[in-house]
């Protein structure tokens, strides 16, 4: 059922107030996640598959200060898209609430810290995985070794869980100290956007830098006051919709290149960790890693979201385009949804 | 007898014409392992093989094959190596350095270039090529009225790709600047770099110096150029953070010299320090023995070894270990580490050239200026 802006911008106090109390939106919708779109677009055809016609809302706030250089977008979507403008409105929160960007600041700086502890434990326990996984089951001992195997991809998956909490913990204290959507100049921003919204039937969100897009979509729970309409995300606005944000990369030119979990996704979509440009950032010819990888994250999918792959959140279910890759705990690259 | 040497002998009879047509076909010289065999075919008296690896004899002589006019070498070349050679032909009284003509790989360099083995393993980095997916910054003319030179200077910006004024960049000044361009694939190799997030966009400045010798020989005048004059000229016009950790400093040979003693005379102006295969000659008794050259050098790394201060707060060192510097280098490495500063230093089986310098881009540029890489997905 449809809503006004007034009832949508009621409907919840703090991201983490809503629903289901952990940051992210309960409310089910379709959610198409695409391959990167610069050089390969097809989100036109994923417009035309859900049966889009009328106005489409656009989220570059990952682009940072090119957010407003969505020309080649908007020219793609036949000019029916206006952009929310995401990252210029937090922009002008955080130069007039000088207190509340105080508080952000320091939450982030927390926030940063944590990472780097974990960073500091996961480094550890993946080297561990990944070197009693190498050693392979030598005949007579395959048992210990899959055993041992399995304990130390469990060690990593707490440890994951546990940081996972320390980030919820952080954003909880800071939205409900600081409350965000009940000062002024949110609070008129998210008035703002929850009229343009209620003009769209479909929500775009591109990519960018990950944390930076989240933190702006959360700020003015943009996706809060959406109604039913769906959504189509690409690169960084893949991870973000979904339930947590895992950045990653296994040849960056500095440091191990250990996936790691870096925030709490908004949960639009649920069981998937998206892997965008996987055919740059990962090795996927490396089964080791592969395995690893699929293991530490299962039972969510975990799709290659390479140029001209789509996958389709129902609500319930994911179905995929022939031809969509996920990571296999065999360490081989299957047809996702299979 | 290596196979490929035993082939070498087989065809050693054949006609001439057909004879070169098979050298031509063959991959010379030829990499087997850690054995490298090179050939030559022509009418000579004597040939040599000159190269610039430290350690090994400088003129290393072919043999020839008896009744032809074939001739080989061959010799040990660790895995990985890079190594830059020129033939050197003598007929009768006439000697002459020339390429190897049965070789196609060439590196070049300011006083033109030498022909270019590979050994097992060595790949040309992919990020020096031009990639077609990533988005090109570009090279702008400009120039500066220096007081410190009394003359007007010129000098090249690179500008980032989606290059924006309402964004503040990271400055490097780069010594030598127009050759690394040209020799190095700088700006090929920043435009990848950016494209992969792997280092931010940032502007370089590329100076050259009419006297290179002198001015980046520890010249008070270069120093006070760099952070009296330029930088302050380019933090003023250009939207740069204008902060030491935000700006770099960087150079090859001299350049690494120029680049050190401007950050000695003017510490934590500089945050970061790229040296490559930095001229740091020393002495700790007596003479040096590399011309009066270096003088000025010797005296300004001595007087940094006893007092150097902090110049900066990160240094990324790399030297080959088939150059002469490789000791300086390896001697200054504790010394930098010892001052508190955070220094990674990068050894490679390569000798003192601009090929490399460019493959050790990455690594320093990365290690100084790390990119938004693990963030950002577009």
């Known amino acids: 059922m449809k809503r006004t802006p007034q009832e949508r911008i009621q409907s919840a106090a703090s991201p983490f107030a809503a629903h289901s109390g952990d940051g992210t939106t309960t409310r089910p919708r379709r959610v198409l996640l695409l391959g990167p779109q610069r050089l390969q677009p097809t989100l036109d055809q994923a ?128 939205y ?23 003009e769209a039937e479909l929500l775009c969100i591109a990519g960018g830098h990950v944390t930076i897009l989240l933190r702006r979509l959360r700020l003015f729970g943009v996706l809060d006051l959406l109604d039913e309409q769906p959504i189509i995300a690409w690169s960084a606005g893949a991870m973000v919709v979904s339930e947590r944000v895992v950045l990653f990369h296994d040849d960056p030119p500095q440091g191990a290149g250990s996936a790691e979990v870096a925030e709490l996704g908004l949960g639009a979509c649920k069981g998937v960790v998206p892997l965008p440009h996987a055919d740059k950032r990962l090795e996927l010819g490396d089964r080791e890693r592969v395995a690893l990888f699929a293991r530490r994250f299962a039972p969510d999918i975990c799709p290659a979201l390479v140029p001209k792959t789509r996958l389709d ?7 995929a385009q022939a031809g969509t890759l996920q990571l296999d705990p065999s360490g081989q690259l299957v047809e996702a949804g299979a | 007898m290596s196979s490929f040497l035993e082939e070498l002998e087989r065809h050693a009879h054949d006609a001439p014409a057909e004879l070169d047509r098979w050298l031509d076909s063959q991959s010379i010289p030829h990499v087997d392992g850690r ?36 001739w080989h070498l061959s010799m040990q070349l660790p895995e990985n190596s890079r190594m830059e050679y020129k033939l050197e032909i003598a007929r009768g009284a006439a000697r002459q350095l020339v390429h190897d003509p049965l070789n196609p790989a060439q590196a070049h360099d300011p006083f033109g270039g030498n022909s270019v083995v590979y050994g097992a393993g060595y790949e040309v980095p992919s990020w020096t090529n031009p990639d077609p997916e990533t988005r090109e910054g570009h090279l702008e003319e400009h120039e500066i009225a220096s007081d410190v ?85 380019l933090e003023r016009r250009y939207p740069l953070l204008a902060q030491p950790s935000a700006r770099g400093l960087m150079g090859a040979s001299f350049g690494a010299v120029a680049s050190l003693a401007a950050a000695w005379r003017y510490p934590s102006f500089f945050g970061n320090l790229m040296l490559q295969s930095g001229s740091f000659v020393f002495t700790d008794v007596g003479q040096h023995d590399r011309g009066p050259v270096f003088d000025q050098v010797v005296r300004f790394v001595n007087e940094f070894r006893d007092n150097p201060g902090r110049p900066s707060e990160r240094v990324f060192m790399s030297c080959g270990q088939y150059e002469s510097l490789i000791y300086y280098n390896r001697s200054l490495y504790p010394m930098l580490q010892q001052t508190g500063m955070q220094v990674r230093f990068s050894e490679s089986r390569d000798g003192h050239n601009w090929e490399n310098w460019r493959d050790r881009l990455r ?6 200026f790390p990119g938004p890489l693990w963030y950002v997905y577009e």
Do not use: C
């Open chain 2, 149 to 233: 030179f009394g003359e007007k200077r010129p000098f090249q910006l690179y500008f980032p790709a989606r290059y924006r004024t309402m964004r503040r960049y990271p400055l490097l000044v780069v010594h030598d600047g127009d050759d690394y361009v040209r020799f190095s694939n700088l700006k090929t190799v920043l435009d990848n770099l950016i494209h992969r997030l792997e280092i931010p966009s940032m502007v370089v400045a590329l100076i050259q110096s009419p006297d290179r010798m002198r001015e980046y020989a520890d010249d008070p005048r270069h120093a006070e150029f760099l952070v009296r004059e330029l930088v302050p000229l």
């Open chain 2, 363 to 368: 690594e320093g540029l990365s290690y100084l």
């Open chain 1, 47 to 174: 417009v035309e598959a859900l049966g889009i016609r009328g106005r489409i809302a656009a989220v570059t706030a990952g682009w940072e200060e090119r957010e407003g250089e969505d020309q080649e977008l908007s020219a793609h979507l036949g000019g029916r898209s206006f952009n929310l403008k995401v990252w210029e409105r937090g922009e002008d929160v955080y130069a007039r609430d000088r207190e509340l960007h105080v508080a952000v600041r320091e939450r982030n700086e927390k926030l940063r810290v944590a990472q780097e502890l974990y960073q500091l434990r996961l480094g550890h326990l993946l080297a561990a995985a990944r070197e009693i996984l190498r050693k392979g089951q030598p005949m007579g001992f395959q048992k210990i070794y899959a055993a041992e195997g399995t304990s130390a991809i469990e060690s990593i998956r707490t440890l994951d869980r546990e940081h996972l909490a320390r980030i919820r913990e952080q954003n909880e204290e800071f």
């Open chain 1, 313 to 319: 959140w129902h609500g319930q279910r994911w179905s």
């Open chain 2, 35 to 70: 054995s490298v065999t090179f050939a030559f075919h022509g009418q000579v008296d004597s040939i040599h093989l000159r190269h610039w690896i430290f350690g090994l004899p400088s003129s290393q002589a072919f043999t020839r094959i008896p009744g032809t006019r074939l």
């Open chain 1, 176 to 198: 409900e100290r600081w409350k965000p959507w009940q000062r002024e100049l949110v609070a008129r921003h998210r008035e703002e956007l929850a009229r343009m919204l209620g």
